[in-house]
């Protein structure tokens, strides 16, 4: 990845942060905190890993991407937004009862929704449906999905992941984001799901344990997972619940609360800032 491309990429990540503070603000309510923990590898599918054109958000041939921890919907339609399949404008409708941006992501309104999601567990199932399904078609396309480390505490989820190995559907990636915290705090405390990555190697992934906020990191994973054969590939990263703004970082009370007015200005000086600091780099 050249100095150039990073770049890029830190800049469109900052975007998508803001989109997340603007829909959230907009909506008082939704999920920013493992929105913004996301949304730098919502920013690298979208804008560097997945084979996808905004303006045919149908193409039979495009990447799949699955949402499977729906609530984080806020961090995806920014990326979607910024990427060009429907207007940044809109953003701050999310949640409103005239908007087609609703509270977790619809595949029947939103462009470049691949599944409609929401019931934490499901998403992952839906995603090693499609991995298969295209094998069984003989199509190329990958398949990605996002979990959140919460949501790893699904039995289906197991399921899901018993069946890629299976099927060795090597063109499907697990994205877990391990943020540490859910709704109800510590996810080790609540119910852990540790170890992680041992789990997902028993259940016959290949596993790539990175910084969820390392564009080069990321990069050499998701090169890697298109490297494998044979097996389904699971990137683990470890992130910062409500990364890019203080006072959400690390803190579970973020993980489903919308900022006021006077948080939202905060919010959005600190991301300007820091997409002033990343432009004169």
């Given at each position: 990845m050249t100095s150039s491309e990073k770049k890029q990429l830190q800049m469109e990540a900052c975007k998508v942060r803001m989109g997340v503070i603007e829909s959230t603000h907009g909506a008082k309510a939704g999920h920013p905190g493992g929105s913004l923990s996301a949304a730098d590898v919502f920013t690298y599918l979208y804008f560097k890993e997945m084979n996808i054109d905004p303006k045919n958000p149908k193409w039979e041939?495009?990447?799949?991407?699955?949402?499977?921890?729906?609530?984080?919907?806020p961090g995806l339609y920014a990326a979607l937004a910024n990427r060009g399949f429907f207007p940044v404008e809109?953003?701050?409708?999310?949640?409103?009862?005239d908007s087609y941006l609703q509270g977790h992501p619809n595949m029947n309104t939103v462009p470049g929704v691949d599944m409609s999601t929401g019931s934490l567990g499901q998403g992952v199932s839906v995603a090693?449906?499609?991995?298969?399904?295209?094998?069984?078609q003989g199509k190329t396309y990958r398949v990605y999905t996002l979990l959140g480390d919460g949501e790893i505490q699904e039995g289906q989820v197991w399921e899901a992941c018993m069946a890629a190995s299976h099927y060795k559907l090597d063109n499907l990636c697990v994205i877990?984001?391990?943020?540490g915290l859910q709704i109800d705090?510590?996810?080790?405390?609540v119910m852990s799901p540790y170890p992680i990555v041992d789990k997902l190697e028993a259940f016959g992934f290949h596993v790539e344990a990175?910084?969820?906020?390392d564009f080069e990191a990321l990069e050499a994973a998701f090169r890697k997972a298109k490297e494998v054969k044979g097996a389904p590939t699971a990137i683990?990263?470890?992130?910062?619940?409500?990364?890019?703004?203080?006072?959400?970082e690390n803190n579970a009370?973020?993980?489903?609360?919308?900022?006021?007015?006077?948080?939202?200005?905060?919010?959005m000086d600190e991301l300007k800032a820091l997409m002033a600091e990343v432009e004169g780099m």
């Open positions: 041939e495009r990447d799949r991407f699955v949402l499977s921890k729906g609530h984080t919907a809109d953003l701050p409708t999310l949640r409103h009862i090693v449906g499609m991995a298969l399904g295209a094998k069984y877990v984001d391990n943020n705090g510590d996810i080790a405390k990175v910084d969820g906020h683990v990263m470890s992130t910062t619940k409500g990364k890019g703004v203080s006072f959400m009370g973020w993980h489903g609360k919308a900022p006021n007015d006077q948080e939202y200005a905060q919010a």
